[in-house]
């Protein structure tokens, strides 16, 4: 049972850098197949995605350095351990969306419109690089 600190823990995660349903699949499977890595194709395939915007949401999570592409042809994504509290996070995050599916999803639901968010996210990084 995870502990109501990481249940805010995981809320405040999905609210700071998830956009979307597919963004929280993708990153759940690729964390639940570490170290394997993905093609964009198998990807779309398993989350019943269009190619475009899973390249655009795994885009989004190497960005967000929480996955890394590969320099293959075709290049391989996968989950990017950058340490034991991420992956902490992570496995919390993975065990509240199975349990508690219909309130993760409404909770990405309610956040703002995609544009709002990616204005705010680079104020964001700007602030971070300061």
Known sequence: MT??????????????????????????LLWNSR???WTIEDLASRLYVPLDQVAHLLRD?????????????????????????????LWSLDAAYRKDLVRISTLIHSKAASGVREFARAFRLKQEKK
């Open 61 to 89: 999570l190497v960005r967000m350095q929480l996955a890394t592409e590969s320099q293959t042809i075709p290049p391989r994504f996968s989950y990017l351990p950058k340490s034991e509290e991420q992956n902490d996070l």
């Open 3 to 28: 502990s109501p600190n990481s249940r805010i823990d995981v809320d405040e995660f999905i609210l700071r850098n998830i956009d979307s349903v597919p963004h929280l699949e993708a990153l759940v």
């Open 35 to 37: 170290p394997v890595g």
